[in-house]
């Protein structure tokens, strides 16, 4: 639709919204879903998804009418149609544009490599980022991938790739999407398809037009045909030698609702976990952010919000934002303990940890080692294996105390007798091994 259009409408909505004809919430779900395809004709055609919202405007339909010939300065009589019938309507050109538009790269200049602060728990994904935008000639690990949960800095990472290269290497043909953008340009692909021939074979040869491919949040690629179509590019991809970069919240082999040759290729490449930042990561990504205006907060502040706010980057930032929010409108002398603890309350809203199960220490232990729940109960012999094992034995007995019967159950139906032998073996190697208990340590702080 042309933008006029869009801005023509949304002035419309405003306009009425302002007016209270309609009731608030009713107005949110509904109307403003609403899209003015074209007038033509003195015509009107306004595209609604629900019946709901087709019945609420009927009802009034005289108000949305006067409203729109008043900002189109001619009177004009509305035609409500379907959204899909809107899709019908849509000449090639358009559908080319909005497959165009989705295809862009939008890159956020903020997210580089120099303001990515590194620490023990991102420094590999980091590395493995920053060495394959420099593999010229063959990807070392394709494809990358970078797990770990939300507010980590995968996004940061992905978009420092396409910033780098923008920069080091314009030649270099570029493609980031996140899965949900993906999952929406196939289907309006596929709907196009009956109309204007076969559109999505027009999308994979975009698609496969790139040296870098780059996908955020591959967990939520849930959409049956999307992902067979982007099994098709993805192999393609790999042949041609074009690196691809995915990020996910958890660990490829735990990835549900993808089909299993899916997890089986992203299994095949470089896997690289991001955890929550330490104490020293957390202040620096603060010190970052503070950058030329230090003097403005006491250091124990900072102290305090690298500790407390250490579980999502984004809260992290956030909560220093809204310290320095607070600072305009009081303007202390310095953002102290006292005016932090007052500002940001004595119990700060964190997210509150759910009780703690045995699965959630297998997660957190699967994730530190890189490996799956098939891999934990299993029955490889693997050190590496065996010691994640014992750690899941030992911590389920420590945290949770529970018996050696419910964890052999929950840890692949182990006898009684072989899950207290395990966790004898752990107890002995915290005592002898410090790389054992350093993970145990770790693992344990994640689940706190």
Excluded at 58 to 66: G, K
Excluded at 192 to 214: M, P, W
Excluded at 271 to 296: C, H, Q, V, W, Y
Aim: charged fraction near 25%; include cysteine; charge should be negative.
């Amino acid at each position: 639709m042309p933008a006029n259009f869009d801005r023509m409408w949304e002035n419309v909505l405003k306009k009425i919204h302002s007016s209270h004809y309609f009731n608030d919430q009713d107005f949110q779900a509904w109307i403003y879903k609403t899209t003015l395809f074209k007038i033509e004709n003195d015509i009107a055609y306004i595209a609604y998804r629900s019946s709901i919202t087709k019945a609420i405007m009927e009802r009034q339909l005289a108000i949305f009418e006067s409203t729109l010939s008043e900002e189109w300065s001619s009177p004009v009589q509305i035609h409500l149609i379907e959204y899909k019938e809107m899709e019908q309507m849509m000449p090639e050109v358009i559908v080319q544009q909005r497959t165009n538009t989705l295809l862009e790269n939008k890159f956020n200049p903020t997210y580089t490599f120099e303001n990515f602060i590194e620490g023990n728990s991102n420094q590999e994904a980091y590395a493995a980022c920053f060495a394959a935008c420099n593999q010229i000639s063959f990807p070392a690990f394709n494809p990358l991938m970078l797990y770990g949960n939300s507010g980590l800095g995968k996004t940061h990472l992905l978009h420092a790739v396409g910033n780098y290269l923008s920069a080091e290497r314009p030649e270099a043909k570029v493609i980031y999407m996140y899965s949900g953008d993906f999952v929406t340009l196939l289907i309006d692909a596929m709907k196009a398809k009956s109309i204007h021939g076969n559109t999505v074979d027009r999308v994979k040869e975009q698609l496969l037009d790139c040296d870098y491919f780059l996908i955020d949040d591959i967990q939520n690629l849930q959409h049956t045909s999307s992902q067979e179509v982007f099994f098709t590019v993805y192999n393609q991809l790999i042949q041609k030698n074009s690196q691809i970069i995915i990020t996910s919240d958890i660990h490829p082999r735990e990835l549900s609702g993808l089909q299993n040759r899916l997890v089986s290729r992203f299994s095949s490449g470089l896997a690289i976990n991001i955890s929550k930042p330490g104490f020293e990561t957390s202040k620096a990504i603060l010190k970052k952010k503070l950058e030329g205006r230090e003097d403005i907060i006491s250091d124990d502040v900072l102290d305090y919000l690298a500790l407390t706010f250490s579980n999502d980057v984004r809260n992290l930032e956030g909560s220093l934002n809204q310290l320095i929010f607070q600072s305009t409108l009081f303007n202390p002398d310095i953002i102290d303990m006292k005016f932090a603890m007052e500002h940001l309350g004595k119990e700060p809203v964190i997210e509150k940890r759910s009780e703690l199960t045995i699965r959630e220490i297998k997660k957190a232990v699967s994730q530190f080692y890189g490996l799956s729940y098939a891999d934990l109960e299993g029955k490889s012999r693997l050190k590496q294996i065996m010691n994640a094992r014992h750690i899941c034995v030992y911590l389920s007995r420590e945290m949770l105390h529970k018996p050696y019967m419910q964890i052999g159950k929950d840890l692949g139906n182990r006898d009684h007798t072989t899950i207290q032998s395990s966790y004898n073996r752990a107890c002995e190697l915290m005592k002898k091994d410090n790389a054992f208990r350093m993970a145990v340590d770790k693992i344990k702080e994640k689940l706190m």
